[in-house]
């Protein structure tokens, strides 16, 4: 995805101290790939002498368990990484993204999506051709942008279940054109219409990634956001949210995914072996260090310059 080295680079003597954070989900026990996100965040908060927070994000609460949540202290402990705050989970939260929907709503960039994603299918394949985000995935066609006031109270007045999507043309029209910094690429001009109308509450639940993230931070003053490069193309949307809800900026860092020996991706959903696993294995933190290719944090701290480096 991303071309060019990865290293983040380290505060200078003088830079602001950075706030930084790992936000991962409780619905698996954290791989090889998270101990990489967390180092990087960690050591870019201690190295500014900035903060660094931890950030349970489980809205999905039919994916995410208590024994999850857990797994992530004990092996972020273990790693040797602390944390400057409690943990602040997002179940917590949910009246402030309701606050931001609102005010969202007052703007006139949302509206609430009926369809189910069969109907969504279905209307793409009978387009023939439909736009592709940037992960190729078939953007929403834009079936519910149309429906008039009288229909959409009908429809939910009749307890249709509906999601809340964002109008990104209407969006647009009201900030103009937006950029992002990331500190691998540059300045990056955010191209939020490459992911189409995406939904900012669930029909499930009453928020999405999208906002929770970007309300999040900013509640956290997170200055520094660094995460897998996958998420690279969410940004574009993250940034139309700040811009709509007057909420700051924060600059950016999108890493390499690791990949393990085969060189497929360390992921859940490729059943990548656990940090847990590793430790039950009687693997030592340096040696979790050593397979996701950097230097072992505790020679590291204090260091107020410098790269993080990896392969
Ligand atoms: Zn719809």
Redo the contacts with the bound molecule.
């Keep these: 995805m991303i071309k060019g080295s990865d290293f983040l680079p380290m505060p200078e003597p003088g830079d602001p101290p950075a706030v930084t954070r790992f936000a991962p989900t409780p619905s698996g026990y954290l791989h090889l790939g998270h101990a990489y996100s967390a180092l990087m965040a960690w050591e870019a908060a201690r190295a500014s002498k900035g903060r660094f927070y931890l950030r349970i994000e489980d809205i999905d609460v039919g994916r995410c368990r208590p024994e999850f949540e857990q797994g992530i202290y004990d092996d972020l402990r273990w790693l040797g990484l602390d944390w400057d705050a409690p943990p602040f989970r997002q179940s917590d939260h949910m009246q402030g993204y309701a606050d931001a929907l609102d005010r969202l709503d007052r703007l006139g960039v949302l509206y609430p ?3 189910t994603r069969r ?2 299918r279905a209307e793409i394949a009978e387009a023939g051709r439909a736009p592709h985000g940037p992960s190729g995935e078939a953007l ?1 066609p834009g ?2 942008r149309p429906l008039d006031v009288d229909e959409r109270r009908r429809r939910i007045l009749a307890n249709e279940p509906y999601a809340l ?1 964002l109008d990104v043309g209407r969006a647009l029209d009201l900030t103009g054109p937006l950029t992002w910094r990331d500190l691998r690429v540059g300045d990056v001009p955010a191209d939020a219409a490459s992911l189409g109308d995406v939904v900012l509450a669930r029909k499930d639940v009453p928020t999405s990634y999208h906002l929770a993230v970007t309300i999040d931070d900013a509640l956290q003053g997170i200055t520094m956001i660094t995460r897998g490069e996958d998420l690279f193309h969410t940004t574009h949307i993250h940034r139309l949210l700040q811009a709509l809800l007057g909420l700051p900026t924060p600059v950016y860092y999108h890493h390499n995914l690791i990949a393990d020996s085969t060189g497929a991706r360390i992921a859940k959903r490729n059943r990548a072996v656990t940090l847990r696993t590793l430790r039950h294995m009687g693997k030592q933190p340096a040696d979790i260090w050593r397979l996701i290719g950097l230097p072992d944090p505790e020679p590291a701290t204090g260091s107020t310059s410098g790269t993080l480096a990896a392969g």
């Design positions: 999506c009926f369809c109907q969504i929403y079936i519910c999507r």
